[in-house]
């Protein structure tokens, strides 16, 4: 079965970088928009970065809002998630997802981002 797969994970420190990259080996990316989430422990799944097929139309939470750019390769099949100036409540599993399959609860492979000195 066909996974979406988020990676480029690990451990920052506070102000620091990561580019977080997310593939699959199916066409979900080059039929739907796509949709970076983050579950910290204890918390529920928050939608952070939204970008539209084409990939001319981006929407973020106010929470990564000047900090996180969302963009995507449809060529490669890869969206990439570039987060800056990350801080301590970043830490959290990163997913993305087409919006049928997050409809239906599918998930794909997460990763794990950890901001701490």
């Known amino acids: 079965q066909a996974q979406i797969v988020a990676s480029g994970g690990g451990l920052v420190q506070p102000g620091g970088s990561l580019l977080l990259s997310c593939s699959t080996s199916?066409?979900?990316?080059?039929?739907?928009?796509v949709d970076w989430y983050r579950q910290a422990p204890g918390k529920q799944r928050e939608l952070i970065a939204h970008?539209?097929?084409?990939?001319?139309?981006?929407t973020y939470a106010d929470s990564v809002k000047g900090r996180f750019t969302v963009s995507r390769d449809n060529a490669n099949n890869t969206v990439y998630l570039q987060m800056n100036s990350l801080k301590p409540e970043d830490t959290a599993v990163y997913h993305c997802?087409?919006?049928?399959?997050?409809?239906?609860?599918?998930w794909g492979q997460g990763t794990q981002v950890t901001v701490s000195s």
């Open positions: 997802n087409v919006p049928p399959l997050a409809r239906n609860e599918v």
């Open positions: 199916a066409n979900f990316f080059s039929v739907y928009a």
């Open positions: 970008i539209t097929r084409p990939g001319d139309s981006t």
